[in-house]
């Protein structure tokens, strides 16, 4: 197929097809990664333009409006740290802002800075094609709107790609029925409804927890347990709010310098090193205490040595059993297939109290799995269950999915699909051989999938933006990585996952999802070193001239 062959088809199909808008640089997404992108460029002087296959910016946060949508990483470490006006004049209201308070936040980042001046909305990217002859790349819309630009830069997020579950009849069911990622923008009211949720992954906690408290009665579709730890949020009051504000740089060193930039970070000792009796004590301050402590800042060998890792596993299970009434119902809410924390952990909010609730019944699909959806309900293998809505918590085509879904084609007209069908293959998570003057934040390989993320984005973004005025200043017009280099960055995000337990385990990590033809070989999609060494590794590159990086 010719290279603007996919770019050709879907304009063709279109009345209105226009001569390409051309810029310098084209940036895929208007979430956080993208509108920052976007301030960096116009400080180079750059002709720039974002576009968005929403109305509005937010990324994640203007598509993820389920109920109970909300951080699990504290929110005055997740913002922006680029503006100290913007530190000082935004005031988060909770530890954990939910998803309409971050949705804002975003609206008040882009009005600060003038950035929609610069973004097109209702966009959706569905080819981009690289012409050699002209060092350019084509992008192409689902209306068939076409425009060029010389750098191409994708800000898509690595969970950006819904996915509905592989069962029957989906579309025959005559209720309500929504998937998380795409909920309507309008209120949902569950009161007086009989609802199902699909799921029980983090969005599905989260939507679960919330649910159950108006639903007249909820059915909880659980194929695998998950490793769930309280939250504990609180509001933010006044003297917090001050301390936090003045206390910005420390928390940004202290995020800087962590492993994931939380703050929080793992404690040096060995769990067996430990006395029983103390390390008891320590798994339940962590427990009490807010956020990803009891993941994050665990004994460092908890995620690399089996024996370790029992240790807090068994101290989650007891959890689970003190707080779920009924004991085969907490058995079955306890996850046999991976121990704690080997999967991104869910932060909770009451969840395992919801199934105390007379109106919350769980359906366990080891047990008695899904055949159907009807135009009723739900049938498993024991019975049909009738429903007013269903809602499907069923994930993402996480990290490459969303690249899987936008026709790319580089050199020579070869598709990025094809050339990751066994695994992502990438230099520092940023660029790909075969693939000129595209650049990939927060792609895979890249430290931002398995961290704190603004605080990955600003790395990502920042190391961007000073290749180009590198690349500008030299008079280079095009970059990409050498297949040698592209090759031993990639033996080393798997080698730096190789002694880590999660490795061993199903998820969107690893790249398995049943939902997905084609994932069911595990393969590691993020970077396993820690922020820390890849902002290292990224930077010594940068002083090296780019070294891997061939540059023309």
């Known amino acids: 197929m010719a290279p603007h062959a996919d770019i050709e088809a879907a304009s063709s199909a279109k009345a209105d097809v226009r001569s390409p808008e051309r810029y310098q640089v084209i940036i895929i997404g208007a979430g956080l990664s993208g509108m920052y992108q976007l301030y960096r460029l116009r400080e180079l002087g750059c002709s720039v333009r974002v576009f968005e296959a929403g109305d509005g910016v937010g990324g994640t946060w203007y598509w993820n409006r389920y109920p109970g949508a909300r951080f699990d990483s504290e929110s005055w470490t997740y913002g922006l740290s680029f503006s100290h006006d913007l530190l000082q004049e935004w005031s988060w209201k909770e530890h954990f802002a939910a998803q309409p308070e971050t949705l804002r936040y975003c609206n008040y980042l882009a009005d600060k800075f003038d950035l929609r001046r610069d973004i097109t909305f209702n966009a959706r990217v569905v080819a981009a094609a690289y012409d050699e002859n002209a060092n350019d790349w084509e992008v192409g819309f689902e209306d068939g709107r076409r425009a060029r630009a010389r750098f191409l830069i994708t800000a898509i997020g690595p969970l950006s790609a819904p996915t509905m579950p592989a069962i029957p009849g989906v579309g025959d069911f005559r209720g309500e029925a929504y998937h998380t990622a795409k909920w309507p923008h309008a209120p949902v009211s569950f009161k007086g409804k009989r609802v199902a949720v699909i799921g029980t992954g983090a969005t599905g906690v989260q939507t679960i927890t919330e649910v159950a408290k ?272 592209e090759h031993a960055w990639t033996q080393h995000v798997h080698e730096s996952a190789a002694r880590l337990l999660l490795l061993e385990v199903d998820s969107w990590m690893t790249g398995v999802n049943r939902n997905v033809p084609g994932r069911q070989q595990r393969t590691f999609m993020a970077y396993a070193g820690g922020a820390p060494k890849y902002r290292e590794k990224c930077d010594a590159v940068a002083a090296g001239g780019y070294e891997g990086f061939v540059l023309a």
């Not at 994050?296 to 689970?320: C, E, P, Q, S």
């Not at 932060?347 to 919801?354: A, D, I, R, T």
């Not at 359906?363 to 739900?378: A, F, K, M, S, Y």
């Open 214 to 485: 108006t639903a007249l009665h909820l059915s909880v579709f659980q194929r695998t347990p998950n490793w769930c730890a309280p939250l504990h949020n609180a509001a933010i009051d006044a003297e917090t709010q001050v301390h936090i504000k003045a206390s910005y740089p420390e928390i940004f060193a202290r995020c800087r310098e962590s492993y994931g930039c939380f703050i929080h970070d793992a404690d040096p000792r060995n769990a067996l090193e430990v006395p029983a009796e103390e390390r008891e004590a320590f798994y339940e301050r962590r427990y009490a205490e807010p956020g990803f402590g009891i993941w994050m800042g665990n004994f460092r060998d908890i995620l690399i040595d089996k024996a370790a890792n029992d240790t807090v596993t068994d101290f989650m299970r007891r959890k689970i059993r003190a707080r779920v009434h009924n004991p085969e119902l907490a058995e079955r809410l306890i996850p046999t297939n991976h121990g704690f924390g080997t999967r991104r952990v869910p932060l909770e909010s009451g969840y395992y109290e919801v199934y105390n609730q007379p109106n919350v019944r769980l359906v366990d699909l080891r047990e008695t799995p899904i055949e159907r959806i009807t135009p009723n309900g739900i049938r498993t293998s024991d019975a049909e269950h009738p429903f007013d809505m269903i809602i499907y918590a069923t994930g993402f085509d996480a990290i490459t999915g969303a690249f899987d879904r936008i026709h790319i084609r580089g050199r020579g007209g070869l598709r990025l699909k094809a050339k990751w069908a066994d695994g992502p293959r990438t230099y520092l998570g940023l660029q790909v051989a075969g693939f000129p003057n595209m650049l990939t934040l927060v792609g895979p390989h890249n430290a931002a999938t398995f961290c704190n993320i603004p605080r990955c984005i600003e790395q990502n973004v920042e190391w961007v933006t000073e290749l180009l005025r590198y690349m500008d200043h030299k008079g280079y017009t095009r970059i990409e990585p050498s297949p040698d280099a």
